[in-house]
């Protein structure tokens, strides 16, 4: 059983509109969510980070809304430019040190 | 942003080859981690190691798979005897502290088996 769901597989934007991708996941315990983005043949890089205490995380154009009650989480977007497209995974893990569980990503292409 | 290195950055082998992959994680860090991706695909954890020790692996860690980190030297994931399902992208991270959430990810080492 996928324990960190992502939708959609990909994803389609504009230069400048906003791109929404969506994540939920199953281990109630879990209390940390990176997301990391993922250039081809490159390695993932942690893009941003929440955890539970939080329901809301920004960086610059980027943002994670976070609902523990439904267990879902999502990263914003903003103003999308061509260089976002990337592969993006959503993580989680429930103490420092643990193995991260995947998402299966997000592709995401910005046309200009 | 800190840097974990990994060597090689691609290996080919022959089915029932020995290989080890190597990395060198960030001076300061003390977790680390070897997580395993299939083209187009997820990561997916395969262990983690902290003072000396592993502290849990995923299925995907078979018998067949060890780790260790000799004297501070390099992290290292060996595959002894290789099978053709190993053929993957091999990525250590490393992250600082037991509070330490942030994994840094290395650039990964591409393995071919024949």
């Known amino acids: 059983q996928q324990q960190v769901r992502q939708s959609p597989q990909s994803l389609t934007v504009w230069e400048g509109e906003t791109a929404i991708l969506n994540c939920s996941y199953e281990d109630s315990t879990f209390d940390y969510f990176p997301w990391y983005w993922q250039f081809p043949r490159e390695s993932p890089a942690l893009l941003i980070a929440i955890r539970p205490v939080s329901n809301k995380k920004e960086d610059g154009r980027f943002t994670i809304f976070f609902n523990k009650r439904e267990k879902k989480l999502s990263l914003h977007i903003t103003d999308s430019q061509p260089g976002d497209s990337a592969t993006y995974f959503c993580?989680?893990?429930?103490?420092?040190?643990?193995?991260?569980?995947f998402g299966t990503g997000t592709t995401v292409s910005v046309s200009p | 942003g800190p840097k974990v290195l990994q060597i090689p950055s691609h290996q080919i082998i022959d089915m029932g080859q020995m290989v080890t992959l190597n990395c060198d994680p960030v001076?300061?860090?003390?977790?680390f981690y070897w997580y395993k991706q299939i083209l187009g695909q997820q990561m997916e954890f395969l262990v983690n190691f902290y003072n000396g020790k592993v502290m849990e692996k995923s299925k995907l860690f078979k018998d067949q798979f060890s780790v260790e980190r000799p004297d501070g030297s390099y992290f290292t994931l060996k595959i002894q005897p290789t099978a053709l399902e190993d053929s993957a992208v091999y990525f250590c991270?490393?992250?600082?502290?037991?509070?330490?959430?942030?994994?840094?990810f290395g650039p990964g080492t591409r393995l071919t088996v024949l």
């Open positions: 001076s300061n860090h003390l977790y």
């Open positions: 993580a989680a893990s429930d103490q420092g040190g643990r193995a991260l569980i």
């Open positions: 991270a490393s992250s600082p502290t037991g509070q330490g959430y942030e994994q840094y």
